[in-house]
């Protein structure tokens, strides 16, 4: 099986090497994968971005909070990014190519330092609009 599998990676570096489309494929693809995991290290800041303990249990809480807290966050940017898009000077501007690459995993608009206040009484206002009732 291993030789199976050196084969294998011979057979595709082959194709990798003579081929610029799945170049470009490969490259995107790590883009995807490197921007992602900047992200999770941009959260964990601490200890760039090592676990802090050396118990199972800590680390399985600690990667399940970090899989919550990234979830939200995309959850929060597909919502700023689905807003921004409906605004009427956005209608025209992106191609279908550029709708494609449009991604929800950034950080520009977190900051690990300082006080997060949580409101759970109120839904986030993503709009601009006036939240009803108010």
Same mark, same amino acid.
């Given at each position: 099986?291993?030789?199976?599998? $050196?084969?294998?990676?011979?057979?595709? !570096?082959?194709?990798? =090497?003579?081929?610029? @489309? !799945?170049?470009?494929?490969?490259?995107?693809?790590?883009?995807?994968? @490197?921007?992602?995991?900047?992200?999770?290290?941009?959260?964990?800041?601490?200890?760039?971005?090592? *676990?802090?303990?050396?118990?199972?249990? %800590?680390?399985?809480?600690?990667?399940?909070? *970090? $899989?919550?807290?990234?979830?939200?966050?995309?959850?929060?940017?597909?919502?700023?990014?689905?807003?921004? #898009?409906?605004? +009427?000077?956005?209608?025209?501007? =992106?191609? @279908?190519?550029?709708? $494609?690459? =449009?991604?929800?995993?950034?950080?520009?608009?977190?900051? +690990?330092?300082? %006080?997060?206040? #949580?409101?759970? @009484?109120? $839904? =986030?206002? *993503?709009?601009?609009? +006036?939240?009803?009732?108010?």
């Amino acid at each position: 099986m291993l030789e199976v599998g $050196r084969a294998q990676r011979s057979i595709f !570096l082959a194709r990798w =090497l003579r081929d610029r @489309d !799945l170049q470009r494929e490969t490259e995107s693809g790590l883009n995807v994968v @490197d921007n992602y995991n900047g992200v999770n290290d941009y959260i964990r800041f601490g200890k760039r971005g090592e *676990l802090a303990s050396n118990r199972r249990e %800590e680390q399985k809480l600690g990667m399940l909070c *970090l $899989r919550i807290l990234k979830s939200r966050l995309d959850l929060i940017n597909t919502l700023m990014i689905q807003d921004t #898009l409906a605004l +009427p000077e956005w209608r025209d501007v =992106l191609t @279908d190519a550029d709708r $494609r690459g =449009l991604t929800p995993i950034f950080h520009s608009n977190m900051s +690990p330092y300082g %006080e997060i206040q #949580l409101r759970t @009484d109120r $839904r =986030l206002n *993503l709009t601009g609009l +006036p939240a009803a009732g108010h």
